[in-house]
């Protein structure tokens, strides 16, 4: 069985779980009104990392962050990398995006590419840790979301408020509540 370019075998679970996130609060619940199209265009790149320790997990950005810029946005759009083993506390995690911002400068992708953040336990810094609202960052394992600049450019210029986007958030999962987030995964 040949793999696209962007997807890794089904049997994983990490994926497996990531891309159910995905379809049913993502882009179910419509979170981001961008997720849509490269995921059912089969643009959007699943990996697994394998990392236990946060070099591993250095090393498998960099190789992501690559293989990104080096591919045709038809191919691959963004890349969800997944990382299990490493950085399950969210402060950790949240201290480590200054090693990925680094890891994209250190490569020369700063403006091109972006790395975004989803974790099991996001709290905005405004937010006590149980506000519904976190959920909108929230995914079944910490992931690092690499995206490319210029369909972000792309995605804003249809918006006339992207401020609105996190308000309707907001009320969309405060309407569902924890029960129905709950249900949804």
Known sequence: MTESPTQQPPENPEIAATRRWLEQAVIGLNLCPFARAPYIKDRVRFRASLATDEDQLVADLAEELGLLAAAEPDGIETTLLIHPHVLQD?????DFLEIADATLQALGLEGELQVASF???????????????????????????????????????????????????????????????????
């Open 90 to 94: 969210f402060y950790d995690f949240n």
């Open 119 to 185: 974790h099991p336990q996001y709290q905005f810094a405004d937010s006590a840790p149980d506000a519904i609202e976190n959920c909108t960052n929230r995914s079944p394992f910490p992931t690092l979301h690499l995206l490319r600049e210029s369909s972000i450019d792309r995605a804003i210029e249809v918006i006339e408020d992207t401020d609105e986007i996190y308000r309707r958030n907001i009320e969309t999962l405060r309407g569902l509540g924890w029960e129905g987030w709950k249900k949804l995964l």
